[in-house]
């Protein structure tokens, strides 16, 4: 029986879906034992859905606001990955912090659009951090694959891909060109995490 993983995201999926679609060309041998997402009404829902994947929305700004802030939505969200039997917990694309009990140490990744330690931390995500790299006038970008701790894109690193920025790149045409190599980063990351877990 192959391993399963849990995807958590706040956007549009593109992510989850590549990691399907490696999964069912049998590139990855593992299933998505659940998606999980902090608000309704996102692109990651409609792809999890079209994909026939389990798909669960716990509400940030509900949980949040009930007083338990980061640990009640970290209860939940880990009570609902067990009950799903996930191994393997990928942030793709979540853009809260994810408070990760001692138990999950070590078995929660994140993949970030930049060369950490470089512009990543609270509020650099997405485009954010593609205009940040222009506006510095770095040669070189990428993504990172990294271990969750409780600090924002803060733990141990798992692998990179570097990207050339060019003179005349915009936010929009950084952003492709990372992401082409974020497809080939986020399932190796799986793969090695999955092996070095034994699954």
């Not at 692109?43 to 026939?52: E, I, K, P, S």
């Not at 506006?135 to 694959?145: A, I, K, L, S």
Request: glycine letters at 12%; hydrophobic letters at 45%.
């Amino acid at each position: 029986m192959s391993a399963k993983i849990a995807v958590l995201a706040s956007g549009g999926g593109r992510s989850l879906e590549n990691l399907e679609e490696r999964i069912r060309a049998g590139e990855l041998s593992c299933t998505i034992g659940l998606v999980l997402t902090d608000r309704d009404g996102i692109g990651v829902l409609d792809r999890a859905a079209r994909l026939d994947l389990p798909h669960l929305v716990l509400d940030w700004k509900t949980i949040s606001s009930g007083g338990g802030g980061v640990d009640a939505f970290a209860e939940k969200a880990f009570a609902a990955i067990e009950e799903h039997g996930c191994t393997l917990v990928v942030l793709a694309g979540f853009l809260r912090l994810l408070k990760v009990p001692d138990r999950w140490l070590g078995r929660v990744i994140n993949i970030h659009p930049a060369l950490l330690p470089a512009f990543g931390g609270k509020g650099y995500y997405g485009d954010r951090v593609h205009a940040a790299v222009l506006e510095r006038g770095v040669q070189f970008t990428g993504c990172t694959v990294h271990l969750v701790d409780n600090e924002y894109d803060h733990g141990k690193i798992l692998l990179q891909r570097i990207v050339e920025v060019r003179p005349d790149d915009t936010v929009d045409s950084l952003a492709a060109r990372v992401f082409e190599e974020e497809k080939l980063a986020l399932p190796e990351a799986v793969r090695r995490m999955l092996e070095g877990l034994g699954r």
